[in-house]
T-cell receptor
Framework: GENVEQHPSTLSVQEGDSAVIKCTYS??????FPWYKQELGKRPQLIID?????GEKKDQRIAVTLNKTAKHFSLHITETQPEDSAVYFC?????????FGKGTKLSVIP | ETGVTQTPRHLVMGMTNKKSLKCEQH?????MYWYKQSAKKPLELMFV???????ENNSVPSRFSPECPNSSHLFLHLHTLQPEDSALYLC????????????????FGPGTRLLVL
């Protein structure tokens, strides 16, 4: 089955700096890669996703890149703000089953 | 109410109790999921229903019993749980998928925080 590794497990950045979270996956058949943000005590919420026919996708301060050859994908957050503090999960899917990484706790220091 | 809702939001139960978790989606989706979220572990998929038929049961103990009476409602029946079953149980829904097509975005409910004493 699919295996998703996510790094780092914790990340602290100064407000205004960039944050990068990286994930690798094992199943070359995976073709859908969403990123979820989970604030303390709240549900995971989709923030951006990418499909295998695209190498990069941007949405304002958030971008995701995908390298299918190397089987890794990354989340980039620019100009971080305190409200970006949360746990971020990557996931990979070839069909209905999403396999999640263990999560990255991002802390943005004002 | 819009989106995916879950009740109850918090539940404390003894190991001999029987309880049920409820999930309802108002997004017009036809696939629903149960996940378990424990501290320091990835989200674990438990069950998947597509068009009210179960398509996945990820080696979940029989003390967890899912039920999907229609495409908008999903239940998780609990009985004789163990303390290690204490966790956040999340429901999610998505559009149905077709073989070979990319995955569909899953939308999560707020979860039920379960404590087994």
């Amino acid at each position: 089955g699919e295996n998703v590794e996510q790094h780092p497990s914790t990340l602290s950045v100064q407000e205004g700096d960039s944050a990068v979270i990286k994930c690798t996956y094992s199943d070359s058949a995976s073709n859908y890669f969403p990123w979820y943000k989970q604030e303390l005590g709240k549900r995971p919420q989709l923030i951006i996703d990418i499909r295998s026919n695209v190498g990069e996708k941007k949405d304002q301060r958030i971008a995701v890149t995908l390298n299918k050859t190397a089987k890794h994908f990354s989340l980039h957050i620019t100009e971080t703000q305190p409200e970006d503090s949360a746990v971020y999960f990557c996931a990979a899917s070839g069909s209905y089953q999403l396999t999640f990484g263990k999560g990255t706790k991002l802390s943005v220091i004002p | 109410e819009t989106g995916v809702t879950q009740t109850p939001r918090h539940l404390v139960m003894g190991m001999t109790n029987k309880k049920s978790l409820k999930c309802e989606q108002h997004l017009g989706h036809n696939a629903m999921y149960w996940y378990k979220q424990s501290a320091k572990k990835p989200l674990e998929l438990m069950f998947v229903y597509s068009l009210e038929e179960r398509v996945e049961n990820n080696s979940v103990p029989s003390r967890f019993s899912p039920e999907c009476p229609n495409s908008s409602h999903l239940f998780l029946h609990l009985h004789t749980l163990q303390p290690e079953d204490s966790a956040l149980y999340l429901c999610a829904s998505s559009q149905d998928w077709t073989s070979g097509s990319p995955g569909e975005t899953q939308y999560f409910g707020p979860g039920t925080r379960l404590l087994v004493l």
